[in-house]
């Protein structure tokens, strides 16, 4: 587990105390949206040994990683996204740069999970970010339907 993690040490846009961020850090782990995650397997039981999981919007690959340590080594994690993921992730999982929009569940064994974590570009308009967020959601829901 410690080679697997860290990616370059980024500038952190929230500051050096914002709290999450400091814990990630202490923790090792690549980012503080873990948490985020972790929180939500905590509530709602996601993740399973032996589970198939998509990751969408997977940069910087904390999901991907937390993930893949849940699932065990008889699950598999492929997490894409439009940036290239540096993180060193375990066997059972790897990261794809592709965009969500041309991604085919074919291309994959069953999926058990879904995971988004993905947001638009914002533009300073707050009716054009909503609507590009909205699609995304409607992406996924098109990608589990699959």
């Known amino acids: 587990l410690a080679s697997e993690g860290r990616a370059?040490?980024?500038k952190d846009?929230?500051?050096n105390d914002e709290y999450w961020t400091k814990k990630a850090r202490q923790d090792g782990v690549p980012a503080r949206s873990w948490y985020?995650?972790?929180?939500l397997d905590k509530r709602l039981d996601l993740l399973k040994?032996?589970?198939k999981v998509l990751d969408l919007g997977c940069?910087?690959?904390s999901w991907t990683l937390y993930a893949a340590r849940k699932i065990g080594k008889t699950g598999r994690v492929l997490g894409l996204d439009l940036k290239k993921v540096d993180l060193k992730l375990p066997a059972n999982a790897k990261t794809r740069v592709e965009n969500a929009y041309y991604f085919h569940s074919w291309d994959v064994p069953k999926l058990d999970v879904i995971l988004s974590d993905m947001a638009p570009d914002t533009t300073g308009s707050k009716l054009f970010n909503f609507e590009n967020s909205a699609a995304l959601v409607e992406l996924v829901i098109k990608i589990a339907d699959a």
């Not at 985020?36 to 929180?39: P, Q």
């Open 8 to 10: 370059n040490p980024q």
């Open 13 to 15: 846009p929230y500051g």
């Open 36 to 39: 985020k995650l972790e929180e």
């Open 49 to 51: 040994p032996g589970h």
């Open 59 to 61: 940069y910087p690959g």
